[in-house]
């Protein structure tokens, strides 16, 4: 029998990577629903599979903020089991805070925390009843430390992993592993995608002219990180399968494999001056006092 894996937000990104190579299984160990919320962009995943894969994928309408479309895609799995879910769909959100409308940031919870939520709640009674499952879902070190200029991005992050790790304790208890899949920068649509007070924008007038400097050094930083550190979507599916493939599963992957420093600092120094400190240091490093 094939494991049964939907995961959300395959119209690029690591979703697409991943449905792409659990479709392609060289054991066509999966039968893979690859959800997304815009069905027009399907092209995309259909040419990465080269059409040779009708009997390991299938490709269904799914915006995690619209909960009936996530039981339509739900009663529209044949097996009527899902072994593996992957809650992947997400957004960012970029620029000072003062600047955000409390629509946009509300946008953000919408899909990175209830979108993630919703999908699990939708799947949970019958995992459960099932007796086994598999949860995994794709997490940011934005989730783990702060980033200026991102803290509704961050927010919605950290509340994933409080979600997560509740979660956890209790699905033990059913034989159904949770995993967070820790990003750092991955090449992806993100940045394109997300939503982002640019530098030409006429609210940047109304903020003050240091703020302005530090965003300005932020998305340089931002820029160059992207351009020199991240992975690629591959290295993320990787470990996607790792954690699929486990027979116990554990609760945190890092895609780098390793604790992230920062993350390192907030346990080793908790009360969160150093970890501030050094965050500081690596954005703004001139501006450092
Ligand atoms: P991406 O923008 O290429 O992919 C995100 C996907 O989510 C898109 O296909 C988008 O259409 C989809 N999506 C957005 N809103 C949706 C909704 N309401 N319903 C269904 N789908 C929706 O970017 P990505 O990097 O592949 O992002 C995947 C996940 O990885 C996100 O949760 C993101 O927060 C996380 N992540 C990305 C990075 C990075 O640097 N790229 C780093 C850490 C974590």
Redesign the pocket.
Known sequence: DKKVVLI????????LSLAVRLASDPNKTFKVYAT???LAKKERLLESVKGLHKDTLDILQ????DRQSILDARDRVVEKRVDILVC?????LMGPLELQSLDTMRQILE??LF?TIQTIQAFLPEMKAQGQGRILV?????GLHGLPFNEVYCAS?FAIEGACESLAVLLQHFNIHVSLIE????N???LV?LQKVELGDTSLEQLDTHTLGLYEKYLQHCDSVFQNA?QD?EDIVKVFLDAIQSPSPLFRYFTSGVVPPLTQLKITQPDGSQCIRSMSKIIFSSEEK
């Open positions: 959300t937000g395959c119209s690029s990104g690591i979703g997304m919320r815009n799914m915006d995690v903020t992947n769909a997400g957004v960012g899909v990175n979108g794709t997490g940011s070190t934005g992050k990003c750092g920068p991955v992806t649509d993100f995608n991240a979507t």
